[in-house]
């Protein structure tokens, strides 16, 4: 059964950075890219990042580029998202997702606020 476990979520300050990571079991974790989303009220999820394998080809969405970081470790079958330079509009509930033989599996969510 494939589970994904979000941590890492909280409120912050505008400029300041949060670290999220999400524990993924029941599936060869190191097999599958896998992607951070995130949903903000009233709004559509959207991608955050996306990331093939560990030092592999990455792909960030236009409002993050250049402030987020996703990084994969495969040994503690683990998926990292590093924000600096928080901003307002970065508050949402984030969630890991993956998808394991054509069926999406996603996180409970961590949320995150930014607000001075």
């Known amino acids: 059964q494939v589970q994904l476990v979000e941590s890492g979520g909280g409120l912050v300050q505008p400029g300041g950075s949060l670290g999220l990571t999400c524990v993924g079991s029941?599936?060869?974790?190191?097999?599958?890219?896998m992607s951070w989303y995130r949903q903000a009220p009233g709004k559509e999820r959207e991608l955050v990042a996306f990331?093939?394998?560990?030092?592999?080809?990455?792909n960030y969405g236009d409002s993050v580029k250049g402030r987020f970081a996703i990084y994969k470790d495969d040994t503690k079958q683990t998926l990292y998202l590093k924000m600096n330079d928080l901003k307002p509009e970065d508050t949402a509930m984030y969630y890991c997702?993956?998808?394991?033989?054509?069926?999406?599996?996603w996180g409970q969510g961590t949320q995150v606020s930014v607000s001075s």
């Open positions: 990331i093939y394998f560990p030092g592999g080809p990455v």
């Open positions: 997702h993956v998808k394991v033989d054509r069926v999406d599996y």
């Open positions: 029941g599936y060869i974790f190191s097999d599958y890219a």
